[in-house]
């Protein structure tokens, strides 16, 4: 096997991405991976498309997608006007976890928040996943602030 391969998603990757976030306990619940794929996927896929702040981006191991995350850049007046890189939606394949393949998609992505002049990159996770908040603490993020949520659902 080659080394995965970051890339952005294009509309194939669609369903293999959908799959990967509904591969776990909170996932199974939320997303729908059924064929055909729900259009609300793919309309969501060509606004992230569309949008030069928003990266959706998946690691391609032998033209399999084994990995995704998307990064979003967002402006803000505080601190300056800085800009911050948001993180989320970090999902590797049952089959890659433990390779290090998740710390090198955040790592890759940090570096793509440098080159857009990120003064800080955030993230969230939700507290039901401990291992999650254990790998990106590894990684160097603290859990500085509460993050709050109103679903419109």
Same mark, same amino acid.
């Given at each position: 096997?080659?080394?995965?391969?970051?890339?952005?998603?294009?509309?194939?990757?669609?369903?293999?991405?959908?799959?990967?976030?509904?591969?776990? $306990?909170?996932? +199974?619940?939320?997303e729908? @991976? &059924? %064929?055909?794929l729900?259009?609300?996927?793919?309309?969501?896929?060509? =606004?992230?498309d569309?949008?030069?702040n928003?990266?959706?981006?998946?690691?391609?191991?032998?033209?399999?997608?084994? $990995?995704?995350? +998307?990064?979003?850049?967002? @402006? &803000? %007046?505080?601190?300056?006007?800085?800009?911050?890189?948001?993180?989320? =939606?970090?999902?590797?394949?049952?089959?890659?976890?433990?390779?290090g393949?998740?710390?090198?998609?955040?790592?890759?992505?940090?570096?793509?928040?440098?080159?857009?002049g990120?003064?800080?990159?955030?993230?969230?996770?939700?507290?039901?996943?401990?291992?999650?908040?254990?790998?990106?603490?590894?990684?160097?993020?603290?859990a500085?602030?509460?993050?709050?949520?109103?679903?419109?659902?």
């Amino acid at each position: 096997m080659s080394t995965p391969v970051f890339r952005r998603a294009t509309e194939a990757d669609v369903a293999p991405i959908v799959a990967l976030l509904a591969d776990d $306990g909170l996932g +199974q619940g939320r997303e729908n @991976p &059924g %064929l055909p794929l729900d259009r609300r996927y793919l309309d969501a896929f060509a =606004a992230l498309d569309a949008d030069p702040n928003q990266l959706l981006v998946v690691a391609d191991q032998d033209g399999t997608v084994v $990995g995704t995350l +998307q990064l979003t850049f967002v @402006p &803000g %007046l505080s601190r300056l006007g800085m800009w911050r890189g948001q993180i989320e =939606a970090v999902r590797v394949a049952a089959s890659e976890r433990g390779t290090g393949l998740g710390g090198a998609m955040v790592a890759w992505a940090i570096e793509r928040c440098r080159e857009r002049g990120c003064g800080l990159v955030q993230l969230t996770t939700d507290k039901s996943r401990a291992d999650a908040r254990r790998f990106y603490e590894r990684l160097g993020f603290v859990a500085s602030h509460e993050g709050m949520k109103l679903s419109l659902a």
